[in-house]
């Protein structure tokens, strides 16, 4: 079946770099994509969204890329801290209906100070 | 600022018993989830929950799974015979209808361990 997918099992930067999660997904009809951090012991939490009518969307620090053309979405994260050291997930809404979260397997994210 | 609470933290059981997952989620929140993720794996769904019924299910929400509301504060999920398979992490999630997708709130999880 069509899945959400990470290029990188785990990406370790310096403190003061960015960082470039990377995320593939297959399914085309996919409109809504979302960009989650989980730290040890939480849950998901929501960093930033895009639909599939953008290329881009920034936040504080965070900036989410959309290439439909290659079905590739990508996070960067400037200036990464310690505090970002966590695991990173894509996640799609397949079914607008009731907002059905499909995830990617993440990447976990370690910064160095 | 607002929080969907897991209880309990940690639970083990034994194969085949029943164990009940407890939720509760943001007050004003409609629609209610479940998610869980088996160790090393991607986040997975469970079931949606809305107006007092299952909106949608995955094939992993087989017959030994339900889920209740039985008051207007807290969401449950009941395993009645779990497996060594069970063993994951369960997370409950609540939004509300208003801001749709976005508008995800999860919890801490409950870490279900089956021996």
């Known amino acids: 079946g069509e899945s959400v997918g990470l290029h990188l099992p785990t990406l370790s930067v310096q403190e003061g770099d960015n960082s470039i999660i990377n995320c593939a997904y297959s399914n085309s009809a996919s409109d809504y994509f979302i960009w989650y951090k989980q730290e040890s012991g939480k849950g998901p939490q929501f960093i930033i969204d895009i639909r599939s009518n953008m290329d881009k969307r920034q936040g504080q620090r965070v900036t989410v890329l959309l290439n439909k053309t290659v079905k590739h979405l990508s996070l960067q994260i400037a200036a990464t801290q310690p505090g970002d050291s966590a695991v990173y997930f894509c996640a799609e809404i397949m079914n607008s209906g009731y907002s059905t979260l499909t995830f990617g397997k993440g990447t976990m994210l370690l910064v160095s100070p | 600022e607002p929080e969907v609470t897991q209880t309990p933290s940690h639970q083990v059981t034994q194969m085949g018993q029943e164990v009940i997952l407890r939720c509760v989620p943001i007050?004003?929140?409609?629609?209610f989830y479940w998610y869980r993720q088996i160790l090393g794996q991607k986040v997975e769904f469970l079931v949606s929950?809305?107006?007092?019924?299952?909106?949608?299910k995955s094939e992993i929400f087989d017959d030994q799974f339900s889920v209740e509301r039985p008051d207007g504060s807290n969401f449950t999920l009941k395993i009645r015979s779990t497996k060594l398979e069970d063993s994951a992490m369960y997370f409950c999630a609540s939004r509300r209808e208003d801001r749709e997708w976005y508008g995800y709130t999860f919890g801490s999880g409950t870490r279900l361990t089956v021996v």
């Open positions: 007050s004003n929140h409609l629609y």
């Open positions: 929950f809305y107006n007092n019924e299952i909106s949608e």
